[in-house]
């Protein structure tokens, strides 16, 4: 099992990023995917998620309205476009996968992670 994430990098306050996660080694049209975040000091928080056939996706309130996550099951990736970025958006990322997930927004009840991409955000 691997989830590749990819797509970090050093941006600009106002700028735009989009994340992957490339899943292998399991069914991935049967999971639910989420992303996470960790900042520097900080406990890993909840980002977005969308459910395994992705009818419904959820949000933090801190990226609403700026963030969209999307997937494509035929490529077994999962997206995060993230547009107007701030500096408080600086943390690593990461990507997880829940069976038939429908609590998405839970950290401890995901069965795979992917090994997290750093975003930098500067002012």
């Known amino acids: 099992v691997q989830l590749q994430a990819s797509g970090g990098g050093l941006v600009r306050a106002g700028d735009s990023l989009r994340l992957s996660c490339a899943a292998s080694?399991?069914?991935?049209?049967?999971?639910?995917m989420g992303w996470f975040r960790q900042a520097p000091g900080k406990e890993r928080e909840f980002v977005a998620s969308?459910?395994?056939?992705?009818?419904?996706?959820d949000y933090a309130d801190s990226v609403k309205g700026r963030f969209t996550i999307s997937r494509d099951n035929a490529k077994n990736t999962v997206y995060l476009q993230m547009n107007s970025l701030k500096p408080e958006d600086t943390a690593v990322y990461y990507c997880?996968?829940?069976?038939?997930?429908?609590?998405?927004?839970?950290?401890?009840?995901?069965?795979?992670w992917g090994q997290g991409t750093l975003v930098t955000v500067s002012s």
């Open positions: 080694g399991f069914t991935f049209s049967s999971y639910g």
């Open positions: 997880g996968a829940k069976v038939y997930g429908v609590n998405l927004l839970d950290a401890s009840t995901y069965q795979y």
């Open positions: 969308i459910s395994w056939r992705g009818g419904r996706t």
